[in-house]
C-alpha cells in the first residue's frame, strides 16, 4: 500500500513541480490576503495598532445601516440597469453584425472601440458632455429641449452613470456574442426553416439555445464586473450628489482611506458573498434545461 | 457547466472581489534621489537658489548619530512645484552630509491611500507631506510621530510656538503633542473679477449682503434663456466651504466638548440659506467637488468670484494667464465676523520611521526662512511660519493681481480661522456635511432637514 503510494507521488512530481509555481502564487496572493481580509472584517483594526476582536459587529453594523443599505441599492441599480440593457444592445448589435451588411468589419471596429479606451477616459469625456452646457444639453436646446445638470441632479446622476458604462462596455459584449453566433451551425438554420420555422422562431430555437453558455459568461462577469464599478464613480461624480451614486467599492475605498480596514474588509466580504450567490445562481440557471 | 468551472467562476468572484481592497495602491511613486554630494539625479523645480541657505557641514553635535541613512521624503507638491527643489535638497545634504534624501513625487488624489497602504505595511516613508485635513484621523490612530519629542520643543534652536501664529500652531497639535509643522497654510479669501466689478459700477464686497447684489450685479445671461450663465459666484457644496459661512455666521462645527454636532444650529442653517439663495437667484453657480478644480469655468468665464485659498494664485497663473491684472483678492465677505477653515499642508514623520532624527533635521531645514520661501516662489502657496510671512518674497506687489499684495489678505485671515476638530469621526463628518449640502443646494432638502440629516450621522460617528 505504501509502496503504491509512494509511487504515485514519484509519479506526479513533474506535475507538482510544473504547477508549484502557480500554486505558490494562488496561496501567496490570494488565499493568504483572503483569510487575512476575514479575519480583519471581524476586527476593529486600522493597521497601527494590533486588530481588536469585535466578532460580527462590523456586518451588523453596515447591514443595519440605512445609508449603507442605500450604498447597496445604488450598487444593485447600477448592475440591474447594465445587465438588463448592455447584453441585450450587445446581442442586438451581434445579430445585426451577423447578418451581410455592408461596412461589417467597421461597425465591428466602431462597436469595440470604447471597450479598449480607457474607463477614466471614458469617464472624463462623458463627464464632459453631461455638464450643464456641455453638447448633450446644447444638443437637446436645439431641439427646444431643457436638459438638466445630469451628474448634479440625484435623480439622474446614478442613471448616467450607468449610460456612460454601458456604451464602454457593450462593444465587448457585440464582440462575444458575434463569435458566438458564428460557430452556431448553419445546418441548424437550415433544419429550422425547412421545419417552417420564421425569424423569429429560429431566433428562440437556435440562436438563443445556441448561446446559452456564452450568455452564462457575459452574465457572470458582467455582474461581477458591475458590482465592482468604481473607476466611472470615482472620476464622474466621486459618490455624489448626495449618496446617491456612492456603490459598495467606492465605500470600501473610503473605509480603507479613512484607516478603517476592518470595516472595509467586512463590505469586501460582504460583496464577495453576493458576487458568489449571483455566480452560483447563474450558473444553475446555465445548467437547467 | 462542469463541475470544474464551477469552483473556478466562484474563486474568480472571490478574486475580483478580495481584490478591489488593494488595486489602487500598486503604483510606484516617482522617485528623485539626489546624491550626497549634491548633484541632483533628476531636473525638478527651477529653484530660487539665490533664496536657498547653503552653509558648510554643520560639526555634528556629540549625541548626533552620524550614521549614514538614505531619508525617505513623500511629496505631493507636484515635480515642478515643489519647495524640497533640487539645490535646496544638495544645500540639506551638505549641511548634514550623512543624509541622502530620497525625495519621491505622489499624486495628492492617491496620497493618502498609499501612506496608510504603507503605514499599515511598516513601510511608510520617514518624511510626509499631508493635507491638515487628513490629520484628524492619522493623528487619532497614533500614526504620527511627537516631534516636540523629537527636537525638546525646539526648531532651529527656537520654540515651536515662537514660529507660528496660534491657529496653525493648534492645528499642529493633537493632545500634548506637535504631530505635524505647518508648511504651508491654506484660509479662504474672496477672489473677484475687479474688471467686472468696476464696470458694474460695485464695490468690493465686504458682507454677505454686499456679496450677494455684487453677485447679482456681474453675472450675465449670455444666451437669452433667462438665467444666468456667465460671471456668477462659484458655491461649493464641501466642509471647507460651508465651515467658513459657518464659523462667518458665529456657529461652530461641534460641541465645544467635540461630542455633538453643532452645525446644524440657526447660524449653521442661515449660512446654508445664504449659500441656497445664491444658487436659486442663478448668481450663484453650483459646482461640486467633482466638477474638479475651477479654472476651465473661470477660463470660459462662468465664475467671475469665488472663495478660496493661497493655492489658487497658483492655478489662475497657470491656468488662465490671459485674465492677469484683472483678479484681485479680498477678505471674504462676512455677516457677523471674519472667518474661515484652516488647513495646508503639515510635514510630519510617520511613528513607523526608522530615521525619525533625521527626519525631524529634514523638517527643521526646511521650515528655515530661506526654504519656506520656496513654498511661495515655486509652490504658489502661503508659508505658515511667522518668519516665513514677513519676507520680502511675500511682500511684494503681485502684477498678476494688478499690482495687489494678495498675501496681506490672506495673513489677516489666518487670525480668524479655525482648523476642522481633531475627532477620530472627523472623515465621517465631513462626508456627512457634503452629502447632504448637495441635497439643499440642488433643491432636494431644506437647509434645516439637510444639516439636521448631516448632524444626526455626525452624531452617530461620534458616538461609536
Known amino acids: 500500500m505504501a509502496r503504491t503510494v509512494a509511487k504515485r507521488f514519484r509519479a506526479g512530481v513533474p506535475g507538482y513541480v510544473l504547477v508549484a509555481p502557480a500554486v505558490l502564487v494562488t496561496v501567496v496572493f490570494l488565499v493568504i490576503p483572503m483569510i487575512q481580509t476575514g479575519y480583519w472584517s471581524l476586527t476593529v483594526y486600522n493597521g497601527v495598532k494590533a486588530p481588536q476582536f469585535v466578532g460580527l459587529q462590523n456586518y451588523i453594523d453596515l447591514l443595519t445601516d440605512p445609508r449603507f443599505l442605500r450604498i447597496i441599492q445604488n450598487t444593485v441599480f447600477f448592475v440591474v440597469m447594465g445587465m438588463a440593457i448592455g447584453p441585450v444592445l450587445g446581442l442586438a448589435s451581434a445579430v445585426l453584425l451577423n447578418q451581410s451588411v455592408r461596412l461589417r468589419a467597421l461597425f465591428r471596429t466602431t462597436f469595440f472601440l470604447p471597450t479598449m479606451v480607457s474607463l477614466v477616459a471614458v469617464a472624463t469625456v462623458w463627464k464632459m458632455l453631461y455638464q450643464d452646457q456641455g453638447m448633450i444639453n446644447q444638443v437637446l436646446a436645439a431641439f427646444g429641449l431643457s436638459g438638466t445638470d445630469w451628474l448634479n441632479d440625484p435623480t439622474t446622476a446614478l442613471p448616467a452613470v450607468v449610460v456612460t458604462s454601458i456604451w464602454q462596455g457593450f462593444g465587448f459584449e457585440t464582440v462575444v456574442f458575434l463569435a458566438a453566433l458564428q460557430s452556431i451551425p448553419r445546418e441548424f438554420y437550415d433544419a429550422a426553416r425547412v421545419d417552417g420555422a420564421g425569424a423569429w422562431a429560429q431566433f428562440r430555437h437556435v440562436t438563443l439555445p445556441g448561446l446559452r453558455y456564452t450568455i452564462v459568461f457575459i452574465y457572470v462577469v458582467g455582474i461581477i464586473g458591475s458590482f465592482q464599478v468604481f473607476d466611472q464613480v470615482f472620476v464622474m461624480t466621486q459618490g455624489r450628489p448626495g449618496i446617491s451614486t456612492r456603490t459598495m467599492v467606492y465605500e470600501l475605498v473610503e473605509q480603507f482611506q479613512n484607516l478603517r480596514l476592518g470595516t472595509a474588509s467586512a463590505i469586501a466580504y460582504i460583496l464577495l458573498i453576493i458576487l458568489a450567490v449571483m455566480s452560483y445562481i447563474q450558473i444553475r440557471l446555465g445548467e437547467g434545461d | ?464
Open chain 2, 1 to 464: 457547466m462542469s463541475r470544474l468551472t464551477r469552483p473556478v467562476i466562484l474563486l474568480a468572484a472571490a478574486v475580483l472581489a478580495a481584490g478591489a481592497c488593494g488595486s489602487a495602491a500598486t503604483q510606484s511613486p516617482t522617485s528623485t534621489v539626489t546624491s550626497a554630494s549634491g548633484g541632483p539625479a533628476t531636473a525638478t523645480a527651477t529653484a530660487t537658489a539665490a533664496a536657498v541657505a547653503t552653509p558648510a557641514a554643520a560639526t555634528p553635535e556629540a549625541s548626533v548619530d552620524t550614521t549614514p541613512v538614505t531619508l525617505t521624503v513623500w511629496d505631493y507638491y507636484g515635480k515642478d512645484t515643489t519647495p524640497f527643489t533640487p539645490d535646496a535638497i544638495a544645500a540639506f545634504q551638505k549641511e548634514y552630509p550623512w543624509i541622502t534624501v530620497d525625495r519621491q513625487d505622489l499624486d495628492w488624489d492617491t496620497f493618502i491611500q498609499k501612506f496608510n497602504t504603507a503605514v499599515a505595511s511598516g513601510q511608510g516613508p520617514d518624511v510626509a507631506t499631508l493635507d491638515m485635513t487628513w490629520i484628524p484621523t492619522l493623528a487619532s490612530n497614533d500614526v504620527l510621530a511627537d516631534m516636540k519629542t523629537l527636537g525638546g520643543g525646539l526648531m532651529n534652536g527656537k520654540a515651536i510656538a515662537d514660529q507660528y501664529a496660534a491657529g496653525p500652531l493648534e492645528a499642529m497639535t493633537y493632545g500634548d503633542k506637535y504631530v505635524t509643522a505647518m508648511s504651508d497654510f491654506d484660509a479662504y479669501v474672496l477672489y473677484y473679477r475687479a474688471d467686472l466689478l468696476e464696470a458694474a459700477g460695485v464695490a468690493v464686497p465686504k458682507t454677505w449682503d454686499e456679496l450677494r447684489a455684487a453677485a447679482k450685479a456681474i453675472a450675465k445671461d449670455t444666451n437669452g434663456d433667462g438665467k444666468a450663465d456667465k460671471y456668477r459666484y462659484a458655491v461649493r457644496p464641501n466642509t471647507f466651504h460651508f465651515s467658513q459661512f459657518l464659523f462667518q455666521n458665529g456657529g461652530s462645527l461641534l460641541s465645544p466638548d467635540n461630542t455633538k454636532a453643532a452645525f446644524n444650529g440657526p447660524e449653521g442653517v442661515s449660512a446654508l440659506e445664504f449659500n441656497q439663495s445664491l444658487v436659486a437667484d442663478g448668481s450663484g453657480l453650483y459646482w461640486s467637488d467633482a466638477d474638479g478644480d475651477l479654472p476651465p469655468a473661470i477660463a470660459d468665464e462662468r465664475v467671475a468670484m469665488f472663495s478660496d485659498g493661497p493655492y489658487y494664485m497658483g492655478l489662475l497663473k497657470s491656468g488662465v494667464p490671459d485674465q492677469a491684472g484683472k483678479w484681485r483678492v479680498a477678505i471674504a465677505p462676512y455677516s457677523k465676523q471674519p472667518g474661515s477653515y484652516l488647513g495646508g499642508t503639515g510635514l510630519s514623520i510617520p511613528a513607523s520611521s526608522t530615521h525619525q532624527a533625521a527626519a525631524w533635521k529634514f523638517i527643521e531645514f526646511f521650515l528655515r526662512p530661506e526654504q519656506q520661501a520656496l513654498v511661495y516662489t515655486v509652490a504658489g502657496a502661503m508659508p505658515a511660519t511667522t518668519a516665513a510671512l514677513q519676507g520680502p518674497d511675500l511682500t511684494k506687489p503681485d502684477p498678476y493681481f494688478g499690482g495687489q499684495i494678495p498675501s496681506a489678505d490672506f495673513l489677516e485671515t489666518l487670525k480668524t480661522s479655525t482648523h476642522f476638530p481633531y475627532v477620530s469621526a472627523w472623515s465621517d463628518i465631513d462626508t456627512a456635511i457634503g452629502e447632504n449640502l448637495d441635497a439643499a443646494l440642488v433643491g432636494k432638502a431644506t437647509a434645516q432637514k439637510a444639516l439636521d440629516d448631516a448632524a444626526a450621522a455626525a452624531d452617530a460617528a461620534l458616538a461609536k
